[in-house]
């Protein structure tokens, strides 16, 4: 972690193995990793580190899932949690802008969720205990869970959307998929040439940029699902995109 006022570093978490993506948690001060070696965390910036470690694809977090039921558009709530993919590193975490829900995504295209909002601590609090005292765990309440891309493809990137309602995934399927974050139906697909590496939304959460192994990035409008803009100034794969609308939508 590094202090941008000045130059050196204030803090290293070590998190084991490689590190495939973090994302900071607002509204307190924590963060999110998520590895090589398919766990997802939450550290403490304060300094006391790993304040919470799952492995989701192991099947130690016990997770509904939601499967299609053949394409009545449905979907069922089925337990154990059980997985067929074995472990498989965690390529994508995010948190959304309320603290509510929490994704992470493997590179096998699987999408696990959690609501993160709530705490839990080593033991009973009583009205003399000092909060500061005891040991404060983040605690992730199991949501829901499902498969995003193709099997057999790879999912890239995820992103929730800052209104909070709709989560984007990337993959080498050649497509962003948008999904609501009420039902976690899939909502829109949005089809690409090559391998989709990344995607970021508007302030509104109306558009969405595209970046692709095309060689191409892509700005779509939500509302119809179609391509407004295509940037086709580069002369190799496209795989990472930021959105600067503050004068522009």
């Known amino acids: 972690m590094w202090d941008l006022r000045n130059p050196n570093y204030s803090r290293s978490f070590d998190s084991g193995s490689g590190v495939n993506s973090v994302t900071l948690r607002m509204d307190r001060d924590e963060f999110i990793s998520g590895d090589q ?6 550290w403490d910036l304060g300094g006391r580190g790993c304040i919470n470690s799952v492995r989701p694809s192991a099947g130690n977090a016990s997770l509904p899932s939601s499967e299609d039921d053949g394409g ?6 089925a337990p154990p949690f059980y997985y067929s993919e074995g472990v498989a590193p965690i390529q994508a975490v995010d948190i959304s802008e309320d603290s509510r829900t929490l994704v992470a995504v493997s590179n096998h295209g699987t999408v696990f969720v959690w609501d993160p909002s ?17 040991t404060v765990e983040s605690f992730l309440r199991p949501v829901t869970k499902f498969r995003a ?24 399927d050649g497509t962003a998929k948008l999904w609501d974050t009420t039902t976690w139906e899939l909502t829109s697909t949005l089809p690409n040439q090559k391998w989709v590496w990344d995607a970021a939304f508007c ?7 595209t970046a692709s192994s095309d060689h191409i990035a892509s700005l779509w409008n939500l509302r119809t699902a179609d391509v407004v803009k295509r940037y086709a100034g580069h002369q190799s794969a496209v795989t990472c995109v930021a959105l600067n609308d503050s004068n522009v939508m």
């Open 203 to 209: 302030a509104d959460s109306s558009y969405l940029v």
């Open 37 to 42: 070696n398919g766990h997802v965390k939450i």
């Open 118 to 134: 709530m705490r839990g601590t080593t033991g009973p609090l009583s009205v003399e205990d000092d909060l500061d005292d005891l």
């Open 149 to 172: 891309h193709t099997p057999g493809t790879y999912c890239l990137h995820a992103k929730i959307a800052p209104d909070c309602r709709h989560l984007v995934t990337t993959g080498s």
């Open 72 to 77: 009545s558009g449905r979907r069922s709530r």
